[in-house]
């Protein structure tokens, strides 16, 4: 969807909607302390939306999208959440958690799109979100002042082409860029229009002076492994997920680890499991304490895990169409699928153990997060 009708969306999303859909009860405050959950869903009637979800699996609410969603920014400040258009969408929808308040809906600036990703600074005062300026084809980061209605403030570089997932580091001013390399239009849809020559990278730019600090660049071999999905663990390491462009016969290493100062390390899946994996990582997340990085493989119907640290290979568990991952509140982390199961993901004495808790009947999208 390139034009938002912001009228007609909130006149459709001013009658909050979970009950009939899903057999529950309607839309109700949460209560503060509640461990609660987010994720971009496809309903039965092929409409979208974004599901709070409890600890335990279960729907709570939901709120309407005008077109399918990609991932939802968290401000816990405020308790508002922002989800995002799949790229190359140009609507982002901020809701507050707590409330049925109307909505607020955003349209991307002119000659930008959304690339599904965004994250709030420490003190809950701005919004950062990755865009496509598809003029140049380069990436850059969008700001968004939070107080003033999300008005936005300007932009700048992101440092590549094709950024997609942002997180901040854990001192709160350096923000790490996975940047895939593929430029998309929305005049085209999702076609990728570079895949020829490509170069994916992942970048550390300081927010208060907005400038590069440092740009990883992949060797010339791998220049098809699109750097899409972020996760830092408890040393403050980032680790990335690939997706690879490239010959589908070849078997690339589909994980990384940027340490500041340190470069870049790669990390291939045991001979028996790096096939299963489709060469696509889906996303990433740690766990609470950062010491496990899960990913997903959803074309593989595969989740893997990795210990913060060590880097070694916990193990792999097989999740149909499973592609979201958030940290769990006491160990693990919590995963969902498009076929709307939702189930528990830890590391056991024999691997990675998956639990199964809720299954719901709505379709999930590539991300969770976790409301915390």
């Known amino acids: 969807m390139s034009i938002i009708d912001r009228r007609a969306f909130l006149h459709f999303a001013a009658g909050t909607f979970a009950a009939p859909i899903l057999g529950t009860s309607a839309l109700y405050a949460a209560e503060p ?17 974004v599901a709070i979800l409890e600890e335990s699996g279960a729907v709570r609410s939901l709120r309407p999208l005008p077109d399918r969603g990609h991932d939802v920014a968290y401000n816990p400040k405020n308790r508002l959440c922002v989800a995002f258009a799949r790229r190359p969408g140009t609507f982002a929808v901020v809701f507050d958690v707590d409330s049925n308040a109307e909505p607020i809906v955003l349209a991307s600036a002119p000659g930008r799109h959304f690339y599904g990703h965004g994250v709030f600074s420490a003190d809950g005062s701005l919004l950062y979100t990755t865009e ?159 010491a496990v990085m899960a990913f997903s493989a959803p074309r593989g119907n595969l989740l893997f895990a990795f210990e913060a640290g060590s880097a070694r290979y916990i193990g792999e568990a097989a999740f149909r169409d499973g592609c979201g991952l958030a940290p769990a509140p006491e160990s693990g982390l919590l995963a969902t699928a498009g076929t709307g199961r939702v189930a528990t993901l830890a590391p056991a004495d024999n691997g990675l153990a998956l639990t199964p808790i809720a299954t719901d009947r709505v379709q999930f999208d590539n991300h969770l997060n976790r409301l915390a």
Not at 33 to 49: G, I, R, W
Not at 213 to 231: G, N, P
Request: proline fraction near 6%; aromatic fraction near 6%.
């Open 132 to 290: 496509n300026d598809f003029t140049s084809g380069h990436g850059v980061v969008g700001l968004y002042d939070v107080r003033n209605g999300f008005r936005r403030l300007g932009e700048m570089p992101a440092g590549g082409v094709g950024s997609h997932e942002l997180v901040f580091l854990p001192d709160g001013r350096t923000l790490a860029v996975a940047n895939g390399g593929l430029d998309t239009h929305p005049d085209f849809g999702r076609v990728d229009l570079n895949v020829a020559d490509m170069a994916p990278s992942l970048t550390l730019i300081d927010v208060r002076d907005q400038r590069v600090l440092d740009v990883t660049e992949l060797d010339a071999s791998l220049r098809q492994l699109s750097i899409r999905h972020l996760a830092v663990d408890r040393e403050g390491a980032v680790w990335f997920g690939g997706q690879y462009e490239g010959d589908p016969t070849e078997r690339p290493p589909l994980v990384g680890r940027v340490r500041p100062g340190a470069g870049v390390d790669l990390f291939a899946l045991p001979d028996a499991v790096q096939p299963r994996a489709k060469n696509y990582v889906g996303s990433v997340a740690a766990s609470a304490d950062g």
């Open 33 to 49: 302390s509640a461990v609660l959950f987010a994720a971009c869903v496809k309903l039965p009637d092929d409409s979208y939306a």
